[in-house]
């Protein structure tokens, strides 16, 4: 199983661009989140979703947009990209309510 | 008060020592614990999941929970060099999809 992937690796974004950050599990996993971490600093959730055409905001969603039309693929959007914008994006997915999380390796996307 | 707190350290600890790594949490509704290992530049990865009061070891690793004084710690026996990293405590509440974690505690083993 390849688990949570996550597309590109890194990415390069001038300020008022656009771009879609990929995120796909293999393990029929129902619920899938959207994380952004900056340097030295937590994991902040910015939207989640516990099942096909079902999504909801996390505590940082301004700025982003997601769609769940599978199972498998939890798209990130970034619409007018900012320099707050600039983090580590990590994707990931469990079971249910009580598994734990499965993490993608991560997007780098730097806002210039 | 944040709902998942830990100590952001950092911890030191020298090598063949025990690190004891603590997270307390404010809503009692709890499910589930985990702990997480976080390499610098590198995605997090669980170690430990635990569900119910008491201990649950796993080779170095042993995770106590206590929901009365709302407590959930991480102990790792035998530190090693390769174990300096952040750990992220994170917990399953009622009625969240999402789980909420603490901030992490990094922790350095010095050889």
Not at chain 2, 84 to 104: D, E, I, K, Q, V
Request: proline share 5%.
């Amino acid at each position: 199983n390849a688990g949570v992937t996550q597309t590109p690796k890194f990415r390069i974004l001038k300020i008022g661009q656009s771009m879609t950050l990929q995120c796909a599990q293999d393990m029929n996993h129902n619920y899938m989140y959207w994380y952004r971490q900056d340097p030295g600093m937590g994991l902040k959730l910015i939207y989640y979703s516990v099942g096909a055409g079902i999504t909801d905001k996390g505590e940082v969603p301004n700025g982003y947009n997601v769609s769940r039309s599978t199972t498998e693929d939890f798209p990130l959007r970034l619409e007018l990209a900012a320099p707050s914008q600039t983090s580590v994006y990590f994707c990931a997915s469990r079971w249910e309510d009580d598994s734990p999380l499965h993490f993608g390796n991560g997007t780098r996307l730097t806002v210039t | 008060q944040k709902e998942v707190e830990q100590n952001s350290g950092p911890l030191s600890v020298p090598e063949g020592a025990i690190a004891s790594l603590n997270c307390t949490y404010s809503d009692r509704g709890s499910q589930s614990f985990f702990w997480y290992r976080q390499y610098s530049g590198k995605s997090p990865e669980l170690i430990m999941s635990i569900y119910s009061n008491g201990d649950k070891e796993d080779g170095r690793f042993t995770a106590q929970l206590n929901k009365a004084s709302q407590y959930v710690s991480l102990l790792i026996r035998d530190s090693q060099p390769s174990d300096s990293a952040t750990y992220l405590c994170a917990g399953g509440f009622t009625g969240r999809r999402a789980l909420t974690f603490g901030s992490g505690t990094r922790l350095q083993v010095q050889p």
